[in-house]
C-alpha cells in the first residue's frame, strides 16, 4: 500500500485549488484561466489555423463526395457547400467569445451551461467521439504515407509480403505505415496547445502548394471539368434539390462539428477576444471554400482522362502513378503525399487530440494535463483499430455522422446560454467552487433543463438516424428530418434552452453581487471576477494579482501594484 501511495503522490498533477479551500473542484494549471503570459495566440495564428485545418484529406474527400452524396448539378453542389460554410463560421465564432474573453476551455466553460458536476457528462461524451476521430485520422494520414512510400521504394513497396490473415482486415503494408505515421506523429503530442500555432503555421503555407499542385496536374490531365459529368443521376426537381441543399449542409457540418465544439481550448489563448472573429471568418472560409471546390474540380478532369471517379485522395494519387510512373509524376506525387500527411497529423491535433487532452484533464485533473492526454489519445489510436471501423464504411460513416445530431444541441445550448441567458457574464470563480451556493451548481450540480434540451433537441432526429441503418423501417420523413440534423438540432436546443430559462430563472451571480449590472459582457473587463473574489491561478479581480509575475499581492489601499494594475486596465484595449 505504501508503494501505491508514493506512486500515486508521484504522478498526482499539482492542485491548484488546495489554497482557495475545501470546497473548491479540484483543478490544475491547464483547468484555470489562462494567466496574460499565456495567451500567445495572435490574430494570423487564427487565420492561418483554418488554412492548416482545412487542407486534409478527409476536407478534400468530402468535397468530391457532396457530388455523389447530394445528387444535385455541380452549380448547386457548390452553391450549397458555400452557402453551408458561411452559416458555419457564424457558428465557429460565435463559441470561439466566450474562452476567448473568459480564457477558459470547454471542460471548464461546460459548467456554465450544465452544472458543475452535469458538465461532466458532455464533457465525457466529447471525449470519446475524439478517440474514434484521432484514430480514423491517423489511419488517413498512414494511407498518405502508403502512398510516399510507393513513390520512392515503387514494387518493391507494394510487393511487401502480407503476415496477415484476412480476417484482420489489413495488409501487413499498411499497418507498417500506419505505425511509421504514428510514430512521426507522436513527438507532436509532447507540444503544448500554446506552442503548436508554429506547427500549424508552417503547415498553412505547405497544404495550398501542395494542393494547387494537384489540381493543375489534374486539370491539364483532363484538359479541365468539362460539364462535371461523372456519370451520376443528377436530381432536377425543385423538391429534390431542396433536400439535396439540406444533406450538403448537414455533411459539411457532420465534418466540422467537431472543431466548431472546439473553440473554447483554442480561444483561450487568444491576446484579444476580437483575434477570435474576423481572422477566424476569414481562414475559415476561404480555406473551406478552396478546398471544396479543388476537390470537385480535380475530381471531375481526371475522370475525363481516366473514366473513373475517385473519391478518396490517396485512391487519386494511385491511379496518377498507375498510369504515369515516371521521376515528374513520383516527384510530384510524393510532394502531395507527405504534404497532406503532415496536414492530416494538424487536423488531428487541432480536432481530436487538443480535444481529448482538455477533456481528461477536465474529468481527471489529479492525474491529467493537456500533454498527458495527448500522450494517451496518441496510444489509444491502435486500441480503436480504425481498419476495422472502415471495412463497412456505409455505417461507419453513418455512426460519426450521427455525431453532429448530438453535439449540435450542446453548441445550441452553450450559445443560448451564453448570449440569451447570462448575456456574456460569467462569475468564473463559481465554475470551480462545490458549494451549494454557487451559481453554477444549479440542481445537486445539474442544469436540469440544459439536460432536457438536449435530450429534446437531439431527440427530434433519433427516427432518422435509426432509418440510416435500417432503410426499410418508418417513413421518408425522419430521413428529411435527419438530413437537417446539425442545424435543427442545434436551433432547436437554444429555442427549448431559453423557453425553460424563462420559466426557472437562473442566477447569473453570487447573491452577495445579485444587484451588479447584467449588460453585456459587463464581467469581461475584471475577467469574470469580484473585487472580492480569490485569484485562481494567476489570473483575478484586476488589482489581486500582479499582471506581469502572476504573484498575488496586497489590495489594501495604496498597494502600488493595484495601481499599476489600474492603469493597465485604463491604457489595454479590451475588445
Not at 111 to 130: D, E, K, L, M, N
Not at 222 to 245: F, K, M, V
Not at 545 to 567: H, Q, R, Y
Request: charged fraction near 15%.
Amino acid at each position: 500500500m505504501d508503494a501505491l501511495k508514493k506512486l500515486d503522490k508521484w504522478i498526482a498533477v499539482e492542485d491548484t485549488s488546495t489554497e482557495r479551500g475545501e470546497d473548491q473542484i479540484r483543478s490544475n494549471e491547464d483547468l484555470d484561466p489562462t494567466p496574460s503570459d499565456r495567451r500567445t495566440w495572435k490574430m494570423y495564428n487564427y487565420i492561418l489555423i483554418w488554412a492548416q485545418s482545412a487542407f486534409n484529406v478527409n476536407e478534400w474527400n468530402t468535397g468530391a463526395s457532396l457530388m455523389k452524396a447530394s445528387g444535385l448539378p455541380y452549380g448547386q453542389t457548390i452553391g450549397s457547400a458555400i452557402f453551408s460554410i458561411f452559416v458555419a463560421v457564424i457558428f465557429t465564432i460565435a463559441n470561439a467569445r466566450a474562452g476567448s474573453t473568459y480564457h477558459i476551455g470547454y471542460p471548464t466553460l461546460a459548467r456554465a451551461t450544465f452544472g458543475v458536476y452535469g458538465a461532466y457528462f458532455f464533457v465525457a461524451a466529447r471525449g470519446f467521439v475524439a478517440i474514434i476521430w484521432f484514430s480514423v485520422q491517423s489511419y488517413y494520414g498512414s494511407m498518405c504515407l502508403d502512398v510516399a512510400l510507393r513513390c520512392m521504394f515503387g514494387h518493391k513497396w507494394l510487393d511487401l509480403k502480407n503476415h496477415l490473415p484476412a480476417s484482420a482486415d489489413v495488409q501487413s503494408r499498411i499497418l507498417l505505415a500506419f505505425f511509421l505515421f504514428w510514430l512521426i506523429q507522436f513527438p507532436l503530442m509532447f507540444v503544448h496547445p500554446r506552442q503548436i500555432r508554429h506547427f500549424f503555421t508552417v503547415k498553412s503555407f505547405v497544404l495550398p502548394c501542395a494542393t494547387i499542385g494537384l489540381l493543375i496536374f489534374c486539370v491539364k490531365k483532363g484538359h479541365g471539368p468539362g460539364n462535371y459529368d461523372l456519370g451520376l443521376p443528377i436530381s432536377t426537381s425543385s423538391s429534390a434539390i431542396g433536400w439535396g441543399w439540406m444533406s450538403v449542409m448537414n455533411s459539411i457540418f457532420g465534418t466540422i462539428s467537431p472543431m466548431i465544439i472546439n473553440q473554447p481550448d483554442i480561444a483561450r489563448y487568444a491576446k484579444k477576444p476580437s483575434d477570435t472573429i474576423l481572422p477566424q471568418a476569414i481562414g475559415f472560409v476561404l480555406a473551406k471554400i478552396m478546398i471544396m471546390v479543388v476537390g470537385m474540380v480535380a475530381t471531375a478532369s481526371i475522370y475525363r482522362s481516366y473514366g473513373e471517379v475517385y473519391w478518396n485522395m490517396w485512391d487519386l494519387m494511385n491511379a496518377i502513378l498507375d498510369h504515369s510512373w515516371n521521376a515528374g509524376a513520383r516527384t510530384g506525387v510524393f510532394f502531395v503525399a507527405v504534404s497532406f500527411g503532415i496536414g492530416t497529423a494538424g487536423t488531428n491535433i487541432f480536432g481530436n487530440s487538443i480535444p481529448f487532452a482538455c477533456d481528461i484533464t477536465g474529468l481527471l485533473p489529479k492525474y491529467f494535463t493537456i500533454l498527458r492526454g495527448q500522450i494517451v489519445v496518441a496510444i489509444l489510436a491502435w486500441a480503436i483499430v480504425p481498419w476495422k471501423f472502415l471495412t463497412d464504411a456505409a455505417k461507419f460513416l453513418t455512426f460519426l455522422g450521427s455525431y453532429s445530431i448530438f453535439v449540435g444541441p450542446i453548441l445550441g445550448c452553450m450559445l443560448a446560454d451564453y448570449y440569451f441567458v447570462k448575456r456574456g457574464n460569467i462569475h468564473v470563480p463559481s465554475l470551480f467552487t462545490k458549494k451549494s451556493s454557487g451559481v453554477y451548481h444549479y440542481v445537486y450540480g445539474w442544469n436540469l433543463w440544459a439536460c432536457f434540451a438536449w435530450a429534446g433537441a437531439a431527440s427530434i432526429c433519433i427516427p432518422g438516424l435509426y432509418r440510416a441503418y435500417y432503410p426499410e423501417s418508418l417513413s421518408i420523413s425522419a430521413t428529411r428530418m435527419y438530413q437537417m440534423g446539425y442545424i435543427l438540432t442545434t436551433i432547436s436546443s437554444m429555442v427549448f434552452y431559453y423557453c425553460l430559462s424563462l420559466i426557472f430563472k437562473p442566477q447569473i451571480y453570487p447573491e452577495a453581487h445579485r444587484d451588479t449590472p447584467k449588460t453585456w459582457e459587463y464581467m469581461r473587463t475584471t475577467d469574470g471576477f469580484f473585487e472580492d473574489d480569490s485569484p485562481i491561478g494567476k489570473v483575478g479581480y484586476f488589482g489581486s494579482v500582479d499582471v506581469f509575475t502572476g504573484e498575488k499581492v496586497d489590495t489594501s489601499e495604496g498597494s502600488s501594484v493595484k495601481t499599476k494594475s489600474e492603469k493597465i486596465l485604463e491604457t489595454v484595449s479590451i475588445v
